[in-house]
């Protein structure tokens, strides 16, 4: 899993006209929600920001957040929510959830399809049915995606959930006998 690392500060002000002061300072407001807990209000450097979320956006990432006065130290967060401006692509604002990295959580693991099968070579067509699978385990361990290699598959032939090849550590929480992709 992707790991990224971002320095942060408490906020104390809040409502529309903080949150303009704050990104007139080049400053994005962001809050860490975590279960059971009250949210925890941030003002994060808004390049630094936007440069780490550009290479993680819509993928499996663990954040740490390294807050400024915070007695845990460091935070571990899975990205929820960014807000942008349409039209300038500016960052308003940025959720977060806490996460324990020793804790089995599941996700949403891509499918990355490798190579073209021998059957689409002889005229067939490839009809995949997956584009992901739900995995679980510890953060740490759930693979940023899982390669599934086609060469081998001829004109109909088929690829179940359950025939993939799955890192240790981790569970599939889908139905293995589900259809993943075939060959027509």
Known sequence: MIQVSIPGAFRTGFGKGAARQLRMKDLTPAVVYSGGTDAVPLQLDSTLLYRNLLGIHGRNAIVTLQIEGDEKGERHVLLKEIQKNP?????????????ALEKPTAFTVPLKFVGTAKGVDLGGELHISRNGVRLKGLPLDIPDFIEVDIRNLGRGDSLTLGELSLPDKVEMLDDPARLCLSIS
Request: a negative charge; charged letters at 30%.
């Open 87 to 99: 039209v300038t692509d500016e960052l308003i604002h940025v959720d977060f959830f806490e996460i």
